[in-house]
């Protein structure tokens, strides 16, 4: 039976990664579908295995990842259909305690993480590749903006303190290393993902750039993104609106997946040994 979460997890997380690439939004009968069949799965497992502690650790793993979902979103990690998405495949956590629950999260969570770092390092580099001129050009607007000459020299003379303590030597290439990727992903943000559209054109869970007015009523930037409200008054807005894309996560969700289904044990092994 354990085979058939798998796959119904897969051919989820497949469809909603496609529907995230098209769309940078994934269906909420999507993700309802996802978690009625991980309940429903763990409904019959307790039935047929006369065990009713599955539904006990899934009620358990659900709220764990209510708490998790809730904490990413209103930290501003998450997007309302990446929120819903970890609570849908709940049941993929659930084992025989409650600490093993606790285990599994923890180390899709991780994954999750270290997933969605390499994801969004691959996607800025294609996006570089696609508009490599306008990007260049902006970092080097905003390196001027923050003065970034000057801090590279600050960086070659701590650089130069290495010679009495390596230490000295690594702040320096981190500190450049940082600055240097806050300019790429600035521009990046500025030249690819900040796009204008006509109201039309407009989505719900859109988020703009900044706050619009129309008529005698302001519309405000919302992390949430736009709701049916403010979309229908923004439709009486004369003229383009810019608003802001954000990076498709959900393919962050497949490979974390795949990672912790297949490599879990090796993954808690080398933790193990590292702690």
């Known amino acids: ?35 009625i069949g991980g309940s429903a799965f763990l409904i019959f497992s307790s039935i047929f295995q006369a065990n ?13 990842l209510f708490i998790i979902s809730n904490l990413m979103y209103y930290g ?9 998405l970890l609570i849908a495949i709940f049941a ?12 599994n999260i923890g180390i899709f969570i991780f994954l999750l993480f270290l997933s969605g770092s390499l ?30 000459k000057y801090l590279f020299l600050a960086c070659v003379l701590i650089a130069f303190l290495g010679i009495y303590n390596f230490i000295f030597l690594v702040l320096s290439c981190f500190i450049l290393f940082s600055f240097v990727l806050f300019i790429f992903t600035k521009a990046i943000e500025k030249e690819v ?9 407009l989505r719900l869970g859109d988020v703009l750039v900044s706050d619009v007015r129309v008529g005698k009523r302001i519309v405000k930037v919302d992390w949430g993104g ?5 979309l ?29 289904w297949f490599f879990k044990e090796r993954i808690l092994e080398f933790f193990q040994i590292l702690f």
Do not use: H
Request: with cysteine; charged share 20%; aromatic share 22%.
């Open 76 to 84: 501003r990690i998450f997007a309302g259909g990446d929120y819903r």
């Open 193 to 201: 993902m900040i796009v204008s559209l006509f109201p039309n054109k």
């Open 1 to 35: 039976m354990i085979e058939f979460l798998f796959w119904f997890f897969l051919c989820g997380l497949v469809i909603a990664c496609i529907q995230d690439l098209r769309r940078t939004e994934v269906d909420n009968w999507l993700n309802t579908l996802i978690f």
């Open 52 to 64: 009713y502690w599955f539904l006990v650790f899934g009620l358990f793993s659900f709220i764990c």
């Open 92 to 103: 993929l956590f659930v084992s025989s305690s409650f600490i093993l629950i606790l285990e």
């Open 226 to 230: 736009l709701n049916d409200k403010t």
């Open 232 to 260: 229908g008054l923004l439709k009486k807005y004369k003229g383009k609106i810019k608003i802001k894309n954000g990076i498709p996560f959900v393919p962050a969700f497949l490979i974390a997946f795949l990672l912790f």
């Open 119 to 148: 994801w969004g390092i691959l996607l800025s580099l294609f996006f570089y590749l696609k508009k490599s001129k306008e990007v260049n050009r902006e970092m080097i607007r905003i390196g001027k903006k923050f003065y970034f």
